[in-house]
Structures are given as C-alpha cells and as structure tokens.
C-alpha cells in the first residue's frame, strides 16, 4: 500500500470513528459534570421553590416545619430533574443522533477524499460547489464538536445538526453558480455551510422565493437583536434550540435551555430579564437604559419607590403611560412567577460565581 492509500485511509476511518469516540468520552464524563451543576444551581432554596411552581403547586403543609418543607421540596426536584435528565441525556438519547451524524460525517468524508485523491470509491464527480459546500459543513462540524465537547455542551441535539447540516449544504452547492459570480461561487457555499442553520434556511428560502413571490423568509418579532450584549455564538445557540424572538426567550423553561446550551448562567438570566421587559414596552426599553432599567428586574425593584411621585412620574413619561399604568404595570412583574424565576437564578449564579 502506498503512502498516499495509507494517508486516504486514515483519513477515512478518522472521519468514521472520530463521532463515536467523542460521543463516548462526553457521555462517561461531560454530561456526569453538567448534571450535577445544574443540579446544584436549582437545587438551592430561592430557585428551587419558583422552579416547582411553574411545574406543580407545592404549599406549605399543616404542621410542616421550613427544614421538612425544603427537604420535601428537594424531593420533588429531583424526580422532576431526573426525569427531564433521562430525557435530555440518556443514552439511548444520543444512540439515534450520534449514529445518524456518524454515517453522514463519514460518508461525506470518504467522498471527498475519493474525489480528491481517488479511490475508495471510484467515479466520485461531484460538482466543485458542491465539494466545498460539504468541504464548510464538515469544518462546521469540527468546530462544533471541539466548541461542544469543551463547553460541556455536547446534546443529542447537537448531532442532529451535524446531520441535517450536511443534507442542507448540498442545495446550497447544486445553486452555487445560480446565487453567486462564477469567480466567488466555490467561496460563497463554503461560507454558507458555515453560518448557523437558521440563516442557511433563510437564504434558500430567499433564493427560492426569487422563483416563487411571497416566499421572502422574516425575521421573527421582536426579534433577539433588540437584547443588549447577545453576541453571534448565543444567538446561534438560541436559534439552534428554536429561539428567535424576544418572546419565546422570555418564557422558555431555563432548565432546559440550559440542558441544551450550557449559556452562561448569569448571561441567560440576563437576557431571559431583557426580553421579559421588552415584551412589554418594546423599543422604550432603550429609553429605560438610560435610567439604569435594563430588564423586568429593574423595573419590579420600583415597587418600593413608587411613593417617590417624581421618579414614577420621570419613568412614566418615558413609557408614554399615566404614573397609575405604571404602578399597575410595576407591581405585576413583581408578582409574575416566571419573571421572580429569572430574578432567584440570576441571585443564585451569582452568588455561586462571587
């Protein structure tokens, strides 16, 4: 065997086994280590309580003392997370997902390397665009596992999009020349397999929709953009998990997000509190920046200070509403469970970081 046969068929079976190996490695001991950091965040007595309440009413008991009564809770969180984590991280979870991004990976693998090198598959003659337009997908791929497998956030979902990424790279190839200049077509598709799988959707929507009217992709609304400090890498995060607008962010189930994701705690409470509030006011949330109100966090804080008459009347004035519509407004984001959730997780990941 030649030193060229040696080197395509290490390449090869690198690509067939490199999946399985990482997958295995992360399920002994990545997902050991995220569930019991999650499981110590939720499991403390402010977050644990407002967690619960959103899955079962669970009131004091006649006679129950505070220590009986938190121990009663913890009991019942961890059959709620143990549930879900069986759910999230199983293996039989990862078996489907892991063997799916397996056979793709290796599959795109040995026909690039048959069509570069030749053999072992023969007559391989795929269009140029279309080898680099697999050639993005698969540089994707390694990024997201390295960038997974070293956050700690290597989900079965992950490997779903490993797979559904290579099969929608491959229109994106075949409609190079279609999309862009001859001299740019091979770079552009390659860029494309790169970007996140949400914007891939989009651009072949909107490269349909020049072929077929009314078909222009939208963005959703509100959209993230309006949040302050979401960088490109959590908003793709997000919008891997089907997280596009202010909207489902605000009232999405942090434990799970944080199955999926592994966000920064404090950064996912953060934003998760900017979109509860801009829910609310929209674009006048850029106005409350100003005066230090960057989340519904702030905002409930105000129900101490609404016997300051000049301050209700300056944050009034900025909303556009009457002082009585903002004392209204204040107070039910003091009492909304969801939003008292957001402000517990964030005290609590911050007291875990300080």
């Given amino acids: 065997m030649s030193l060229r046969e040696t080197f395509q068929?290490?390449?090869i079976i690198a690509g067939w086994i490199v999946i399985p190996v990482i997958t295995i490695h992360y399920f002994?001991?990545?997902v050991r280590t995220r569930k019991q950091q999650l499981r110590e965040l939720f499991s403390r007595p402010p977050v644990i309580e407002r967690y619960l309440a959103r899955k079962r009413p669970s009131s004091k008991k006649p006679g129950e003392s505070?220590?009986?009564?938190?121990?009663?809770?913890?009991?019942?969180?961890?059959?709620v997370f143990n549930e879900q984590f069986r759910n999230e991280y199983g293996f039989v979870s990862y078996l489907v997902p892991s063997a799916l991004a397996t056979v793709l990976s290796g599959l795109v693998?040995?026909?690039?390397v048959s069509q570069g090198f030749g053999g072992p598959i023969d007559n391989v003659d795929l269009p140029q665009t279309v080898i680099f337009?697999?050639?993005?997908?698969?540089?994707?791929?390694?990024?997201?596992l390295t960038r997974g497998y070293e956050a700690t956030e290597l989900n079965p979902g992950t490997f779903y999009w490993i797979a559904s990424r290579y099969v929608l790279c491959i229109p994106f190839g075949l409609l190079g020349k279609q999309i862009f200049a001859d001299t740019i077509a091979n770079l552009g598709v390659f860029v494309i397999s790169t970007l996140p799988v949400d914007e891939i959707l989009k651009l072949?929507?909107?490269?349909?929709?020049?072929?077929?009217?009314?078909l222009a992709a939208e963005?959703?609304?509100?959209?993230?953009?309006?949040?302050?400090?979401?960088?490109?890498?959590?908003?793709?995060?997000?919008q891997e998990r089907g997280i596009g607008t202010t909207q489902q962010l605000a009232y999405t189930d942090p434990l799970q997000l944080l199955f999926h994701t592994n966000i920064d705690t404090l950064t996912l409470a953060d934003l998760m509190d900017q979109a509860f509030l801009y829910n609310y006011v929209g674009d006048k949330a850029e106005k409350l920046r100003g005066r230090g109100i960057r989340g519904a966090v702030e905002m409930a804080?105000?129900?101490?200070?609404?016997?300051?008459?000049?301050?209700?009347e300056a944050i009034a004035s900025l909303l556009e509403i009457s002082p009585e519509e903002l004392k209204y407004f204040v107070e039910m984001l003091y009492d909304d469970s969801q939003m008292r959730l957001i402000w517990d997780l964030a005290f609590s990941a911050q007291t875990e970081e300080g």
């Fill in 219 to 238: 963005e959703g609304k509100p959209p993230l953009s309006k949040l302050q400090g979401l960088d490109a890498n959590v908003m793709a995060r997000l």
């Fill in 109 to 112: 693998i040995t026909a690039l």
């Fill in 204 to 214: 072949l929507r909107n490269t349909v929709a020049k072929q077929v009217p009314g």
């Fill in 133 to 144: 337009a697999l050639l993005g997908a698969l540089f994707w791929t390694v990024w997201t």
């Fill in 9 to 11: 068929w290490i390449t």
């Fill in 28 to 30: 002994a001991s990545g």
């Fill in 301 to 312: 804080n105000l129900k101490d200070k609404l016997n300051d008459t000049k301050l209700v």
């Fill in 66 to 79: 505070q220590p009986d009564r938190f121990k009663r809770l913890q009991e019942e969180f961890n059959a």
